[in-house]
């Protein structure tokens, strides 16, 4: 699992560090130690290069690692007095993250001394994102982006003194276009503020630049893909904002750029999507075909509803529950070993495997690469591919079950287990759909037997028969990776 950052909990007191924790390596020395005024009473100060310490009364001390510290700004006071404040980043709950103060008083040169050193030691924390290429979407949502980036977002970006190129779509297709001709050189990440449809917009233009870059065939669906060598991250403003719950577990713009700020990062799978000889997207979120394609399409006429959309869908879906049933033939290659590599192109050594049966819909989630075990049967840690799910006929019940475990919590994995008999979990690297005996294409059915759902958008796929394939760790997220516990171990 990836090693979590120790961000601190607001209000925590910590044991004091013993001397001999700070001389472990000359990393862990401490640099600077002072009596600075705290709240009125003198503390002794100690900075290393990685944890500011406040010693308090009875021996208890907030500890406050650099990575986690937003800034540090010294303010001149009279009588050559000097206050320090310090902006850092704290839990605030289990999963939320919130930006707190602490003021430290003194003679101004020594509180300048402390703004300089730690300003030094902010810029060498790893992965902290000096340069952002920032993307807003001003329709998404309740067409609000702008607002939210300006009122909440950006006075957090410039207080970590993070550079910013705005740049404001003006049309739809507008960010993908930018990104597949973009140069990202000295940008240390991308973000978006709209929902998934402005997502899956700038991965896919950024990864179509990528492999034109290095002469990669992206039509091809056995090319090995070249990855995104920066992170996206996404501020959540739409109506749809499965990625930032999925990356972040909230919808608060805030939260999201408070984790950008920290700059951790994670590799996430992404599909590629390929019908009649060509790629037609990469896939980030999701792809559904049959009942979840059908439902993006109709929740489409009926956007004026905003989020809301989809629950009126469901709602419309439990009233007629007029699933639609499909002849289909599913050829997929298993993920059976977890150690094998892309680039290993081990795929020709592995036997195609077929299942075929009137099904409700096939549904493919591209989960990050480091889930904990969920059923050790078909999921593991290390797995290297995606989980795709099988839907036969459903009763309402079932439907109520699917639709609030992936669409409301993205928690699809969850309901793997012998109880669940109306969805078929497989773990593979690729598989490919064929519908037997297509309907007329000029009739409803023959419409929706034509078009996919990929990442809440509705994608045509100009027939009745594709191939998807698993690419793991082809895009990098800005992500939130929490402590498990008080004291910020992981």
Not at 313 to 332: G, H, K, S, T
Request: charged share 25%.
């Amino acid at each position: 699992m990836a090693t979590a950052l120790e961000v601190p909990s607001e209000g925590t007191d910590f044991p004091k560090m013993s001397q001999s924790d700070r001389t472990v390596s000359h990393e862990a020395a401490t640099i600077l130690e002072d009596v600075l005024e705290v709240e009125k009473t003198k503390c002794k100060i100690e900075l290393t290069k990685e944890i500011l310490t406040v010693h308090g009364k009875k021996k208890q001390c907030r500890i406050i690692p650099v990575a986690s510290i937003l800034s540090a700004v010294c303010h001149d006071e009279a009588n050559s007095k000097s206050q320090l404040t310090i902006q850092y980043i704290h839990r605030a709950g289990k999963s939320n993250l919130k930006k707190s103060s602490i003021c430290l008083k003194g003679d101004t040169s020594v509180c300048n001394e402390w703004e300089r050193k730690l300003q030094e030691y902010i810029k060498l924390v790893p992965h902290r994102p000096r340069r952002l290429l920032v993307i807003v979407n001003p329709e998404s949502g309740k067409r609000n982006g702008l607002k939210i980036y300006k009122s909440k977002v950006e006075p957090i970006f410039k207080l970590a003194r993070i550079e910013t190129e705005v740049v404001v779509t003006e049309r739809a297709g507008h960010a993908e276009d930018m990104m597949s001709s973009k140069d990202l050189a000295g940008i240390d990440g991308v973000v978006l503020v709209g929902g998934d449809g402005t997502f899956h917009e700038v991965a896919n233009g950024a990864l179509r630049k990528i492999q034109n870059d290095y002469g990669t065939n992206p039509d091809n669906p056995d090319s090995v893909l070249k990855p995104l060598e920066i992170p996206i991250g996404i501020i959540p403003t739409g109506t749809g904002n499965g990625i930032a719950m999925q990356v972040f577990d909230s919808f608060d713009p805030e939260v999201a750029a408070l984790a950008i700020v920290l700059g951790q990062r994670q590799p996430h799978s992404t599909f590629s999507l390929h019908a009649n000889g060509k790629l037609l997207k990469y896939s980030i979120l999701l792809l559904g075909y049959g009942w979840l394609g059908d439902w993006i399409y109709n929740a489409e006429t009926r956007r004026n509803l905003g989020r809301a959309r989809y629950a009126y869908m469901l709602l419309n879906a439990l009233v007629w529950n007029n699933q639609r049933l499909m002849d289909l033939e599913i050829e997929y290659l298993p993920e059976t070993n977890p150690d094998v590599t892309d680039s290993e192109n081990k795929d020709e050594i592995k036997e195609w495997q077929k299942i075929e049966g009137r099904f409700s819909g096939v549904h493919t989630s591209a989960q990050q690469n480091n889930h904990d075990i969920i059923d050790p049967k078909i999921h593991h840690s290390k797995h290297k591919g995606a989980i795709i799910a099988v839907t036969k006929q459903m009763s309402r019940t079932q439907l109520i079950q699917l639709f609030y475990k992936e669409i409301f919590k993205n928690q699809i994995l969850e309901l793997i287990g012998p109880d669940i008999n109306f969805v078929k979990f497989l773990v593979v690297r690729r598989y490919r759909v064929r519908l037997k005996s297509p309907s007329n294409p000029g009739t409803k059915d023959g419409i929706l037997e034509r078009l996919k759902n990929c990442d809440g958008e509705i994608l045509q796929l100009g027939g009745t028969e594709f191939e998807a394939r698993c690419h793991p760790g082809l895009v990098q997220l800005f992500h939130c990776i929490l402590p498990s516990d008080e004291k910020g171990t992981s």
